[in-house]
């Protein structure tokens, strides 16, 4: 006769609530990692908009735009100024300007 091995109600509902504990904690971390993939993403998508913009203009018109508020009038680009902070560095209205995209802490 084979003898089947109970464990006691305390251990099993002691395993149950580590089991639950290690779900959560690697939901949680997952969760983490997407929301820190999905800033750096966006941070990036905005400072290559902000290139092929100055770069568009710079076909049109000849020169290069003095600011980010001209790109945001005459070529559509967007900044969430809450969210993220941009330097617009010009040296010449025929150099390309240093563009630096970086994130506001919340």
């Known amino acids: ?13 002691g395993m149950l609530l580590a089991l639950a ?3 959560l904690l ?3 971390t997952s969760l983490e990692r997407l929301r ?7 941070k990036r998508q905005l400072e290559d908009s902000l ?3 100055a770069v568009a203009c710079y076909a049109v018109e000849g020169i290069y735009p003095m600011d980010v508020a001209y790109l945001e009038e005459h070529y ?9 902070t941009v330097y617009y560095e010009i040296f010449a209205e025929n150099l390309m300007p ?3 995209v970086l994130e506001n802490e919340t």
């Open 76 to 84: 559509g680009v967007q900044v969430d100024e809450e969210r993220y």
């Open 21 to 23: 504990a290690a779900v």
């Open 26 to 28: 690697c939901f949680s």
């Open 98 to 100: 240093d563009i630096t």
């Open 51 to 53: 290139r092929r913009a």
């Open 36 to 42: 820190t993939g999905r800033d750096q993403e966006g």
């Open 1 to 13: 006769m084979k003898r089947t091995r109970r464990w006691p109600a305390l251990l099993r509902g």
